[in-house]
């Protein structure tokens, strides 16, 4: 069984325990593959419902990505609601972002009911240009408060200059109601959750074969079988064959994420907001102080490749220096990947694939709120209390496209980087 990884949530995780891995035959009114917060919030409610679960995962739970991400929480999907509306119409979408925003109110409720002392939340979150547009901001925050009554600010350049000491940033949108939180304290704090209600969880366990033909279902490990009347799938970017036509509706998609040394001065000079920090390209840097704001944990790019790549700590400290050049010289102590799982629409997968086989999956690099929406709405469609999952039907198992999908979707990045380096150069012959 893998650990977490030289990861900062790793070195500043509080509960260290580990899980036996399944051996023997157990029995179950749900079992859910994969314990990242899809897995473990569907798990968590049906718990609450006093429904049995077993929930399985190849590694730890939160080992995936949803405990090696950024940690900022806020409403939102990894397409924007202008592309949701041409996919699906206003009313639908309208429909969908609520949920979206409803899935920050679970992250909240979970953390206040469980009371995670090791899991503060830090609240605000910049969305910063990196060319001049307040008009476009202002329509923005005109359309959230007309269609949602949710409140954002424009910040203009100097107010964002005077917080963020970086030239290439101009306005910013700023959300009083988005946090950054330590995701893999949050995962195991509902793990716990979930078995002090009697659920089971086992790590080390890979789901290696399924049976779904019966009205019980059987899932199997390397030394085990969970029976179960239904199956919740929630590999996330790390879904691999056990169902060729889940595998094939994603496209796994990494990302890369540094730890600064301990440098308050320096790293204090450049960033002078405890709040959460992203800029508006496709694939753009985010950001935050972390121990006190003593060191920045800041990530960024996206690539198709699976392994992590050579000098990664270099090649990230050079995209924040291109930010921040007075961060020169500041020692990045350690960087990681994690894998995302994106559809081809950019949407979660969220639905059934027969009678008592559920997925819920694919929620891109928005995953803190969608992932508490999809485990809840797969945890009401388990319980007959709602059916909610059909929201996502509209966007279903497209397949990926295969080696050229791969393709297609690394030329697509590389496309949009040359987009917005063109605009920010634009931006910059204009000022
Ligand atoms: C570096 C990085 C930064 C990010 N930053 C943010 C952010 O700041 N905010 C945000 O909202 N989102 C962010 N995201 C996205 C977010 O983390 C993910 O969308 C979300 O965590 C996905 O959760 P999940 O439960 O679907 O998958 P995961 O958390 O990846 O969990 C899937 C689990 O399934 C297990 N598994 C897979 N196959 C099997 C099998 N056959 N048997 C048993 N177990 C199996 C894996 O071991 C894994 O633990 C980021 C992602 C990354 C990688």
Known sequence: ??????????????DMSQRSSLDGSVHADVAIIGGGLAGLTAALDLARACRSVVVLDAERVGWGASGRNGGFVGPGYATSHANITRMVGAEKAQALHRLSIEGVRIVEENIDKLAMSDN????????????????GLARQCEMMKREFDYHLEVMPTDAVRNVLRSQKYYQ??????CF?????????????????????????????????????KIVRTAHGEVRARDVVLAGGGYTDELVPRLR????????????TEAAPERIGDAVRTPAAISDNRRAGDYYRLVDDGTRLLWGGRITTRKTEPRRLAQMMQRTMVSTYPQLEGVRVETAWAGLMAYARHLMPLIGQLQEGVWYVYGFGGRGMNTTAIGGRVIAEGILGTSDRYRLYEPFGLVWNGGPFGVAAAQLTYWTYQAMDLAKERRAARAT
């Open 172 to 177: 910013a949108l700023y959300d009083p109601a």
């Open 248 to 259: 094939r509706s994603i496209l796994p998609i990494a990302t890369y994420v540094l730890l």
């Open 1 to 14: 069984m893998a650990g977490y990884g030289d990861t900062y949530y790793a070195r500043t995780l509080t």
């Open 180 to 216: 950054h939180f330590h995701p893999l304290n949050y995962a195991r704090a509902l793990a716990t959750e979930i078995e002090a209600l009697n659920g089971r969880i086992f790590e080390g366990s890979r789901v290696v074969g399924c049976d779904f033909e019966g009205a019980d």
């Open 120 to 135: 503060k939340r830090v609240y605000g979150k910049m969305s910063v240009l990196r060319y001049h547009d307040p008009d």
